[in-house]
């Protein structure tokens, strides 16, 4: 188990409330292929450790707790594991050419080469994770009610509905568009 010198009180909260929710895999998608065998990684959980292929898998922790690098991989299916006292979480995906059919392409997102985590996230003064926003600096702010029913103050919180790391569906959705609006109008 890897302890963290510089968060000891974070890392205490974080155990204190475990559960099944902690952990987190936002990046492989699950079912997802990759053309190249460099697949990058974004994970989390409290305490977290990694496999892949029933291997230890040692990455960088940017942030406390937070997991993220990229893994290299030889061509077929593969198996990557979060584990953390609360959880289990795995997802399964393909790397190379002529992906089986359960598998489909992921698209990365923000499909732009080398966008720093902080664009979108940062520490809070308790050292905490989070997200602060940073959309609108490549989407537009103009066009956002046209699509989205509400601006974007009543809807800032755009993980509630999209995966910003990257997906295997349109509009990078994590809910279809029915049931997003039953998150707040049940
Ligand atoms: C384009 C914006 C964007 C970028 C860039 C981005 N993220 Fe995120 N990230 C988000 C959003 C949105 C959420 C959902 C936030 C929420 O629901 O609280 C999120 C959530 C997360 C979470 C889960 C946090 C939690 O506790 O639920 C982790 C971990 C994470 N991001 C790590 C990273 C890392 C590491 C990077 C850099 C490789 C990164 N993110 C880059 C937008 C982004
Ligand atoms: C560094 C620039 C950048 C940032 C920051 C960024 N995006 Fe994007 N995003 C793009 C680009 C480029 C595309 C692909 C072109 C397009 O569809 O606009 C894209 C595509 C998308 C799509 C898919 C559009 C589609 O039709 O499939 C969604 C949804 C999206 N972004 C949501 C977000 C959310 C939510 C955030 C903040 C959490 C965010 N973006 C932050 C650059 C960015
Ligand atoms: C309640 C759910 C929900 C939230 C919250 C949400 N979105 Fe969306 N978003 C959607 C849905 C649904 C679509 C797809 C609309 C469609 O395809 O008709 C979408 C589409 C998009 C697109 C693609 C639009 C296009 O022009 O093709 C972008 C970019 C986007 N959202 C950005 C954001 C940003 C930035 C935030 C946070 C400020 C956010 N969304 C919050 C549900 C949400
Ligand atoms: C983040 C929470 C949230 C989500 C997600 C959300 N809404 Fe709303 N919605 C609200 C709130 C809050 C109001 C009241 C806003 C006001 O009075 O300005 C509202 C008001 C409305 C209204 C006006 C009628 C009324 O009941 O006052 C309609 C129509 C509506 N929403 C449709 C939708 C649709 C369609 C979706 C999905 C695409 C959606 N909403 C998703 C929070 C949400």
Redesign the pocket.
């Known amino acids: 188990m890897r302890i963290h010198r510089t968060f000891p009180l974070l890392a205490f909260a974080a155990l204190l409330s475990a559960d099944d929710e902690a952990g987190?895999i936002?990046r492989p998608a699950d079912k997802s292929s990759h053309k190249s065998g460099t697949v990058s990684l974004?994970?989390?959980a409290p305490f977290g450790r990694l496999e892949l292929d029933g291997e230890p898998l040692e990455l960088a922790q940017?942030?406390p707790n937070?997991f993220?690098g990229e893994m290299k991989v030889s061509p077929g299916t593969h198996s990557l594991v979060l584990k953390w006292a609360g959880g289990r979480k795995e997802v399964r995906f393909f790397s190379g050419p002529n992906a089986p059919a359960e598998f489909t392409s992921f698209q990365q997102?923000?499909p732009i080469a080398d966008?720093a985590?902080t664009?979108?996230?940062e520490l809070t003064a308790r050292g905490r994770?989070?997200?602060k926003g940073?959309?609108f600096d490549c989407h537009k702010a103009e066009s956002f009610q046209k699509v989205h029913t509400h601006p974007s103050s009543l809807l800032e919180?755009?993980?509630?509905c999209?995966n910003?790391?990257g997906s295997t569906v349109k509009a990078h959705l994590i809910h279809p568009k029915e049931i997003a609006c039953k998150l707040c109008h049940p």
């Open positions: 987190k936002m974004v994970a989390t940017p942030f937070v993220h997102h923000p966008v985590c664009q979108c996230h994770f989070r997200f940073g959309c919180e755009c993980g509630m999209h910003a790391h």
